[in-house]
Nanobody
Framework: QLQASGGGLVQAGGSLRLSCAAS???????MGWFRQAPGKERVFVAA????????RYADSVKDRFTISRDNAKKTVYLQMNSLKPEDTAAYYC???????????????????WGRGTLVTVSS
């Protein structure tokens, strides 16, 4: 019910835009992006609340990544600029429960997950 797309291979300094298409059931007030590099745990990247007025970013992506959402299209985006090799990972879209309106950064706080889309940044 969450379908992420937009990953690919890009050179360092380049940009990518990830999209996450949700269903009626999974397009919830709090939507987030996480990433998981090979051999590492899944970590928080960014999250957004229903009207876009609440945003949170991991320190490692602040000022480079921008999360946004289009409620009419039930889609969440992650604009990634100034990409670095250390951004290489599988990126996952996630949603908190529909009853929750507070942003949280731990993976276990999210109940719906999509398949990852792979982002590879070459040096």
């Amino acid at each position: 019910q969450l379908q992420a797309s937009g990953g690919g291979l890009v050179q360092a300094g380049g940009s990518l835009r990830l999209s996450c298409a949700a269903s009626e059931r999974t397009f919830n007030p709090i939507m987030g992006w996480f990433r998981q590099a090979p051999g590492k745990e899944r970590v928080f990247v960014a999250a957004i609340n229903w009207n876009g007025g609440g945003l949170r970013y991991a320190d490692s992506v602040k000022d480079r990544f921008t999360i946004s959402r289009d409620n009419a299209k039930k889609t969440v985006y992650l604009q990634m600029n100034s990409l670095k090799p250390e951004d290489t990972a599988a990126y996952y879209c996630a949603a908190r429960s529909s009853m929750v309106t507070v942003i949280h950064t731990t993976p276990r706080s999210y109940v719906h997950w999509g398949r990852g889309t792979l982002v590879t940044v070459s040096s």
